[in-house]
Structures are given as structure tokens and as C-alpha cells.
């Protein structure tokens, strides 16, 4: 995507700190001063400066040389949680979902070249790529992303695909960049996207979009199931209207708080 000129106001110090939060992950647990500095970019003395900041502030800890997350972290992800009324206009759909059909169900909104899971229900027990609150996937391998991806603007659409360079994460993953525009393209001529073993194998999923107030895609939902249990064209058949139905409830229950639609869909 493209760069946006920052603002005077902007703070870098900021920035950094956030950074480093968000470089940790499940493959990255705990990380020396220079292997945080290499995934953020940032210098080791601006790493370091950064680090010591959220360890005094709790944020993060220090042992043996190296860093890690603290329980404090979950604080800033529950004050999204709440302030966008996740449990009352999100969850309940979802469990709805999953009680009709069993399998998952997710909520996510776009942020760059990723889709960000931001509520999920599931019945799921197996090892596979995880739809857990905060997760983050490359937008190109879900059924959530195409369909955000599809309630771009042309000129948006253009930008990412011009930014692109899409990895294969199974031996299925779509990764030629015409192709992908056409799935994209496909998902918004149809409303709706389904994908089969893109983002990690056994994952057949089908995402409908949720649209705002005045029709702009905001996030989407979608209901997946394992690959050979169901098909693309049985979660079409089966599922697509009771889930269109549920992201239309949840676009009317965002609208009744004029601050949701902000907060889920900036």
C-alpha cells in the first residue's frame, strides 16, 4: 500500500514502542535485543530505548538476555474488545453460526495486506492455522480478505495489488497476482468469497461482507468447515443465506452505536 505523509504531530517514539509489540507472535514467543531490532527495522539503541519503556511500564519482560510479553499486553486488546461492543453485536451471530452449521465462524476487518480477526466461535478442536481474536492472515489466503479486498475502492485495489508480493502458504495458495485480482473481482460481483485450502490445509471457508451505513465494507463474516467434509458449492448452497442474514443483523445492531462503525471499520 501506499505510504501516507505522517503528520507534524506524529510520534515516533510511539510508533517504535507499538512495533516491538506487535512483532511478537507464536513462532517469535521471546526474542534478544537484536532479533526484535531485525524484525521491526529498527536500530538496537531505538530497539533498546523502546524495550526498556514497556518493561517499566509492565508491558514486557527481561530474562536471560531476552524479551517477552506480559499479561498486561491483553489490557490494550480488551479496551478494543469493549469499546466496540464485541460481545453484544458480534458474538451472538457468531454462536448462531456455528450452532446451525458447527465448524467456526469469525468476524474481520482489512488492515494493509492482512485481515485481522477481530471475534470468533468455534467447535474446533484440530491443529491448523488459528482464527483467534487478534490473529492476523494474509488477506489474499481467506475468504475473509478476498471479501474485504472486494469492498476496496478501484483506486485502493490497484495500490495493494500493485504492493503485493504473495506467498504460498499451502500448495494451493493462489499466489499469480492476475488470478487472485479475478477471485477478488469475483467476490465482489457475487457478494461473497469461498476458499479451499489457501490459508492452511482442511479449511474450506465462504465469507460474506458487512457494510456500514451508507453501503461501505466494514468487516466480514464468514462460517468454515473441514476440506472433504464440506465444498465450496455446499456452504453456497447451504449457508450463504442464513450467513448474508447474520451479517445484515450485525450492520443494523454497528448502526444503533454511531461510534462502532468507527472503531470496527476505520
Known amino acids: ?12 517514539a510511539l510508533a517504535k514502542g507499538l512495533a516491538i509489540i506487535e512483532c511478537f507472535d507464536s513462532g517469535n514467543p521471546e526474542m534478544s535485543l537484536s532479533e526484535i531490532a531485525r524484525r521491526t527495522g529498527l536500530t538496537p539503541a ?30 490494550l486488546g480488551s479496551a478494543f474488545y469493549f469499546s466496540a461492543r464485541i460481545d453484544e453485536m458480534l458474538l451472538p451471530e457468531l454462536r448462531n453460526v456455528v450452532e446451525d452449521f458447527g465448524d467456526a465462524s469469525s468476524v474481520g476487518t482489512l ?19 488459528t482464527a483467534v481474536v487478534g490473529a492476523r492472515y494474509p488477506a489474499h489466503a481467506t475468504s475473509l480478505g478476498r471479501v474485504l479486498l472486494a469492498g476496496l475502492s478501484d ?26 485480482r479475478r477471485e477478488v473481482e469475483l467476490a465482489r460481483e457475487r ?32 462460517s468454515s468447515g473441514y476440506t472433504g467434509l464440506v465444498t465450496p458449492e455446499q456452504l453456497v448452497a447451504e449457508r ?3 450467513l448474508q442474514a447474520a451479517a445484515s443483523r450485525i450492520a443494523h445492531a454497528i448502526a444503533r452505536y454511531p461510534m462502532a462503525e468507527s472503531i470496527i471499520g476505520s
Open 111 to 129: 488492515d494493509g495486506e492482512d485481515v485481522i480477526y477481530i471475534a470468533h466461535y468455534s467447535v474446533q478442536r484440530a491443529r491448523r492455522a
Open 46 to 75: 531505538a530497539a533498546r530505548r523502546s524495550l526498556i519503556t514497556l518493561v517499566e511500564l509492565g508491558y514486557a519482560g527481561h530474562a536471560n538476555k531476552r524479551f517477552f510479553l506480559r499479561p498486561k499486553v491483553m489490557g
Open 191 to 222: 457478494n461473497y468469497a469461498t476458499t479451499v485450502d489457501q490459508l492452511d490445509y482442511g479449511i474450506t471457508a465462504i465469507a460474506v461482507p458487512i457494510r456500514g451505513s451508507n453501503g461501505r465494507t466494514i468487516a466480514a463474516l464468514n
Open 155 to 180: 483506486d485502493a485495489l490497484c495500490a495493494y495489488f500493485h504492493d503485493l508480493r504473495p506467498k504460498a502458504l499451502t500448495g494451493k495458495t493462489v499466489t499469480d497476482k492476475d488470478k487472485l
Open 1 to 12: 500500500m501506499e505510504e501516507t505523509t505522517r503528520p507534524p504531530e506524529f510520534v515516533e
Open 240 to 242: 450463504l443465506p442464513k
